[in-house]
């Protein structure tokens, strides 16, 4: 078992920019698969980005390419998200998740075993 704690978020102006973090409890973290997920006020979940064990591979979703940016520190057992030219549509609670699997499923909330409480990004226009 492992627990997650976000933080770092709040109320920002489009253009602007937010750094997430997400505090893991445990002493595996280092092979943990992390990943950053967001839902809006009556949508679904979407996948935001994740990153392997030892940073060796990053995706992100079409939609924050090129602005958002995820890292981690395996020795402070931290995940970041830094946001970049956010947009309102980027308005969403943010969550991030962990997962020891490999399942071939990183872009998906189902490929994920641990998650954590959310942190709320709000973009004003």
């Known amino acids: 078992q492992v627990q997650l704690v976000e933080s770092g978020g709040g109320l920002v102006q489009a253009g602007g920019s937010l750094t997430l973090t997400c505090a893991a409890s445990?002493?595996?973290?280092?092979?943990?698969?992390m990943g950053w997920f967001r839902q809006a006020p009556g949508k679904e979940r979407e996948f935001v980005a994740y990153?392997?064990?030892?940073?060796?591979?990053?995706a992100y979703a079409d939609s924050v390419q090129g602005r958002f940016t995820i890292s981690r520190d395996n020795a402070k057992n931290t995940m970041y998200l830094q946001m970049k030219s956010l947009k309102p549509e980027d308005t969403a609670s943010y969550s991030c998740?962990?997962?020891?699997?490999?399942?071939?499923?990183?872009?998906?909330?189902?490929?994920?075993?641990?998650w954590g409480q959310g942190t709320q990004v709000t973009v004003s226009s």
């Open positions: 998740a962990a997962t020891p699997f490999n399942r071939g499923k990183y872009r998906s909330s189902l490929g994920y075993d641990y």
């Open positions: 445990g002493r595996s973290f280092s092979v943990y698969t």
């Open positions: 990153i392997t064990p030892s940073a060796g591979t990053t």
